[in-house]
């Protein structure tokens, strides 16, 4: 049975030219980058070529982009960042934020160091910005405003422009977790309002375990890890050599086919909410249809013992597709996103998330198993 995989907001297949890039430095270019000798310096100049590589794409100076671990880690660094070295005190974010975001601020919250504001979400799954506007007017202390540039569950954008200019006009501090749009947009960082945000290569079929953080030059900020003089100082650890030559790989690739597969892969995504709209029982959550991440469609089954079990026996027919975000697997709570959204106590939602391997012979395929399931 050949499996079908819809679920590419959780992870992608590494794309085979992104292995070939990084295969010398798995293999005979295997030198720490911290050392003086030849096989060292080879090291360190990947590094720095990727460095330069990632930060002309993303329209930032490489100064101001640093490698880690992943998204996860650059949220955490961000926030803790923000709060211990930029003196903000009130953090503003939102309850359909990553958890990365949510649990890291809230440990900020714990510990003493700030008060937690949350900014309205509205039914169609967009962040109420007049509300985020009334929040920053009524605060006196220093804020960080936090607020993901695409949700991963439901796929709402975020004006980050807009969001941008409202927290420079209030001089707040600005993160974004930009995991879902790094090498998915153009996009352009260097806003003066924007501080940090957040990349993770695996979402744009390159190699799991390497992410960014972009810093901006306009701030000052302590490593969080501690131990030696790796990443400029910022982030002690010997550097993940042929991750980070992957990352510089899988977004420059995907740079030069930006605009072919955004238009094939919503091509597919509209077709799957015509064929599901033909259903008629259907909703989807979140602003499916608008202002919405090309490769994210969450739509919304009836409760029925059926659907209770969809997920499992989508799987048993090869279908690889989520209940919410792959983060909280293990753990049977449902998705804070979707609770987020108002009552829908009634309803089983389910993430379809496409990449460029998709077909529409596929989700023909998805569409006879849903009518079998359910």
């Known amino acids: 049975m050949k499996r079908i995989y819809l679920d590419n907001a959780a992870t992608t297949a590494m794309d085979p030219l992104v292995l070939d890039a990084m295969m010398p430095y798995l293999t005979e270019q295997f030198g720490n980058p911290s050392s003086i000798y030849s096989y060292g310096r080879e090291?360190?100049?990947?590094?720095?070529?990727?460095?330069?590589?990632?930060?002309?794409?993303?329209?930032?100076?490489?100064?101001?982009?640093?490698?880690?671990?992943?998204?996860?880690?650059?949220?955490?660094?961000?926030?803790?960042?923000?709060?211990?070295?930029?003196?903000?005190?009130?953090?503003?974010?939102?309850?359909?934020?990553?958890?990365?975001?949510?649990?890291?601020?809230?440990?900020?919250?714990?510990?003493?160091?700030?008060?937690?504001?949350?900014?309205?979400?509205?039914?169609?799954?967009?962040?109420?910005?007049?509300?985020?506007?009334?929040?920053?007017?009524?605060?006196?202390?220093?804020?960080?405003?936090?607020?993901?540039?695409?949700?991963?569950?439901?796929?709402?954008?975020?004006?980050l422009t807009a969001v941008a200019d409202l927290c420079q006009s209030r001089g707040a501090i600005f993160h974004s977790d930009t995991v879902q749009t790094v090498g998915h947009y153009q996009l352009d960082l260097s806003h003066p309002g924007l501080h940090f945000a957040t990349g993770a290569a695996h979402k744009f079929h390159g190699p799991k375990g390497i992410g960014i953080l972009y810093i901006s030059k306009d701030v000052q900020v302590r490593p969080m890890i501690e131990g030696g003089g790796q990443e400029r100082n910022m982030r002690a650890g010997t550097e993940n050599l042929y991750g980070v030559v992957g990352f510089a790989k899988a977004l420059e690739l995907a740079g030069s086919r930006l605009e072919q597969d955004r238009l094939a892969i919503q091509e597919l995504k509209s077709y799957m909410i015509g064929r599901l709209k033909d259903r008629g029982d259907i909703r989807f959550n979140g602003d499916a249809?608008?202002?919405?991440?090309?490769?994210?469609?969450?739509?919304?089954?009836?409760?029925?013992?059926?659907?209770?079990?969809?997920?499992?026996?989508?799987?048993?027919?090869?279908?690889?597709?989520?209940?919410?975000?792959?983060?909280?697997?293990?753990?049977?709570?449902?998705?804070?996103?979707?609770?987020?959204?108002?009552?829908?106590?009634?309803?089983?939602?389910?993430?379809?998330?496409?990449?460029?391997?998709?077909?529409?012979?596929?989700?023909?395929?998805?569409?006879e198993a849903l009518k079998a399931c359910c």
């Not at 880690?73 to 934020?97: F, K």
């Open 43 to 159: 090291s360190r100049l990947a590094i720095e070529n990727a460095r330069k590589s990632v930060a002309k794409s993303l329209n930032v100076t490489p100064g101001e982009i640093f490698f880690t671990s992943g998204g996860t880690e650059s949220d955490n660094m961000a926030i803790y960042s923000a709060v211990h070295d930029l003196g903000c005190r009130v953090i503003i974010t939102s309850p359909i934020e990553h958890h990365a975001v949510l649990h890291a601020a809230e440990r900020q919250v714990k510990d003493g160091f700030a008060q937690l504001k949350m900014v309205r979400v509205m039914p169609n799954g967009h962040i109420d910005l007049e509300h985020l506007k009334q929040l920053l007017e009524e605060t006196q202390e220093k804020c960080l405003v936090t607020l993901m540039h695409a949700n991963n569950e439901i796929g709402n954008l975020l004006d």
């Open 289 to 367: 249809e608008g202002e919405s991440l090309y490769t994210v469609l969450n739509a919304s089954f009836p409760r029925t013992p059926e659907t209770e079990m969809l997920l499992m026996n989508l799987d048993m027919r090869g279908i690889c597709v989520s209940g919410g975000s792959a983060c909280n697997s293990g753990a049977d709570l449902g998705s804070h996103v979707i609770r987020a959204l108002g009552d829908r106590a009634q309803r089983v939602p389910i993430r379809f998330s496409f990449s460029r391997h998709n077909t529409q012979e596929e989700l023909d395929q998805v569409m």
